[in-house]
């Protein structure tokens, strides 16, 4: 590469620091996405016909609880206000909305303008059944019509961890229990569920154990019911419904009813499924244990028959597993629950009424009559498959309800944590269908551990690998072990539910690593490493995604107030320590000051190419170097007509390239930007870079690649040069 430099007009070009009267013939910014956007095939599109690569973020983990009548973090409790579930509000969640201008321009700021929001079904039919929180909804809708003034889009997450906040995760509101018969205060002393509000000791360290509450009995019944009731819990009914149709008639009404009180926003894309779905005991081939692959083993430890007989009041000794290595955990002691035998029904455990299991008469014991049951149908015998048979046939009923509300509006579907897509057949729903899954290192999550020494690979396990083949060393090798869990994910999703965008919903990292060292000495190296790492894997597989999370609640002690969990990228305890280590005036909207509280912001912020005219080949950024590297096929001149029919492809933006460039990074420093074809500007104040070319100078097959890096300090000026 031959630098050419404009040395007529270098020292012109050097004295000018106020780069903000650039003039310019482009408008936009990378990062904004103020235009309708579609899809052709596997890529989001915008009305120019350009190939979009959109990344964000998750607003806000804090978002599970409510913020009234007192604060939801976890690691409260007032015994009479947690109970109290249908006297909650949770307006003021993700941010009030004085406080929004200030977190959607630093959002706006840090290229992350795809925001997932959160909107979990107890935000929104809280009060009981048919009974929607209007004031909440006019919230939303007030924060959503700022978005597009931000450059912001989103689609709706109808949030859920183990089913509800009432079974140790978030979602589903209170009442749900009631229907399915359950009494949600007893789900402590039964082992139904590890609530963190009722279970936490002060003092205790903050535990990761809610992900257990998938096995437990209060999470895996309500999912069994959700999805299957008509099929395994026949005969359970609640007003004379199906339990299984009164709860999926309220949850699809209820994002319907939202659904139609946002049609008009246009910062809306659409609506996401449900998060992280789970089958509950549906296709389990046996009831005496659960596969300590696919599940978390952790802590008390019922077997799915312990968890029914300890529902219905019978007291059993569970095994207590704790920390491992090399397998995550390990059995330490026994020890006996529900010693006061109470139960969590209103009658009797419905799995005992349809004949999954019964008391010996003799022993008192529980015994197994059936331990397939839920793996086949219990009238035809015919084994199931939870996908086929249960979880996409409701998607596509969720999915046709939203779109009748508004046809352009995506669907955002995700499989099982850890498994492949549904294979989606020709009969199903295909309509504005995009892939969504999500992706963490399990096993630095869980051991809350990173050292950039090693790296495992537990999707290989999970499919069958060995440990040495899962075994990866140093940066390059989790760069290498991360791209390659992300590329089987897309390429997955591809061949399981078709030529489908798709958007990584959820990405992250812990920011409690390795016992906190960031909080207490400041050093967040070993969390650049990790999450640059990761990013780097999302980058070249060229897909787009939501980081998780932003969370406005968070500090170092409490992290997200949510089940010890410490993610979010903005803690507003480093913000207020960060406003006062630097002098840039007192608005908390100053360039500067907009990075307040911004946590591993030199991985999270990085150069990405967000609007692209023609596909996308290679995108690489080197945070070691600063230097990021973008190759794409443009669109020919016969392709640019045939696009004519669904977008403005002769439009002069249609061979316009936008590139995020980060002022974090590149900001008052002299740029070495080189392309192999057509012409670079670059704008600081809008920290994007735009490249152009004309269709007649393209050679058939000719890739286009665009560089930049840093040259030396300077003040927003740039060498532009030919390879």
Known sequence: MQLVEKNTIQNEILSELDTDKESSIYSECAQHWNTPITHSGRWFKDTYGRTLLMRGINVCGS??????????????????????????????????LNEAKEHFSRLSAWGLTLIRLLVPWESLEHKGPGIYDEDYIDYL???????????LKCFIDPHQ?????????????????????????????????????????????????????????AASTMFTLFFAGDTFAPNTK????????????????????????LVDLDAVMGFEFLN??????????????????????????????????????????????????????????????????????????????????????????????????????????????????????????????IQKVKKEWYCYVEPLANERAPVYKETDHHHNIVFSPHWYDLNCNFYKKYNGRITHDVQCLQRGGNVFSATYLGRNGARKNYRGQIKNIKEDGLVDMGEKPCVLGEVGIPMDLNDGVAFTANDYSSHIQFLDSIIYALESNLINFTLWNYDVCNDHEYGDH?????????????????????????????????????????????????????????????????QYTFIF???????????????QSSHDMACVTEIFVPYFHFGNQLLDISVNVGECEYNQTKQTL????????????QSIKIQLSLLRPSYGYSLCSMM
């Open 141 to 151: 809708r007030e924060l959503i019509q700022l978005m597009p003034h931000y450059g």
């Open 238 to 261: 609640y007003e004379g419904q199906s339990v299984q149709q009164f709860l999926n008639d309220h949850f699809i009404h209820t994002y319907s009813h939202l659904a139609e009180r």
């Open 276 to 401: 992280e779905p789970h089958p509950g005991y549906i296709g389990l081939s046996g009831l005496e244990s659960f596969d300590p692959i696919t599940n978390l083993i952790f802590g008390d430890a019922p077997t799915p028959l312990q968890s029914f007989a300890l529902g219905d009041g019978i007291p059993q000794k569970v095994g207590v597993y704790i920390k491992t290595w090399p397998f995550p955990t390990k059995k330490s002691h026994d020890r006996i629950i529900n010693e006061n035998k109470v139960s969590i029904w209103s009658q009797s455990c419905i799995w005992k009424q349809h004949g999954v299991w019964t008391v010996d008469e003799k022993t008192g014991d529980p015994v197994l009559l059936d331990t397939q049951y839920f793996s086949k149908d219990p009238v035809t015998g015919k084994k199931i498959n939870f996908y086929d048979d249960f979880y996409t046939p409701l998607v596509n009923r969720y999915a046709q309800a």
């Open 161 to 217: 961890d183990t089913w509800s906040r009432f079974s140790g995760g978030s979602g589903a509101p209170g009442w749900t229990f009631e229907v399915a018969g359950m009494n949600m205060k007893n789900f402590k002393d039964t082992g139904a569920a590890y609530v963190h509000n009722t279970n936490a000791v002060p003092g205790d360290p903050l535990p990761m154990v809610w992900p257990t509450n998938y096995t437990k009995l």
């Open 562 to 626: 949510w089940n010890g969990e410490n993610f979010s990228v903005y803690s507003v305890k480093k913000a207020q320590i960060d406003y006062k280590e630097h002098d840039d005036g007192d608005s908390k909207l100053s360039k500067d000051h907009l990075y307040d509280g911004g946590r591993v912001l030199e991985a999270v912020l990085r150069p990405y190419a967000s609007k692209i005219a023609g596909i996308p080949t290679f995108s690489e950024f080197d945070l070691a170097q600063l």
């Open 63 to 96: 978002s599970k609880l409510p913020t009234h009548p007192y604060s939801g973090s976890t690691h409260l409790y007032d015994e009479d206000l947690f109970w109290d579930h249908r006297n909650v509000s949770f307006i003021g969640r993700p941010f009030p």
């Open 633 to 647: 096929t443009p669109f020919t001149e016969e392709e640019a007509k045939q696009m004519e029919v669904k977008y």
């Open 690 to 701: 735009y490249h152009s070319y004309s269709r007649t100078e393209i050679e058939p097959n």
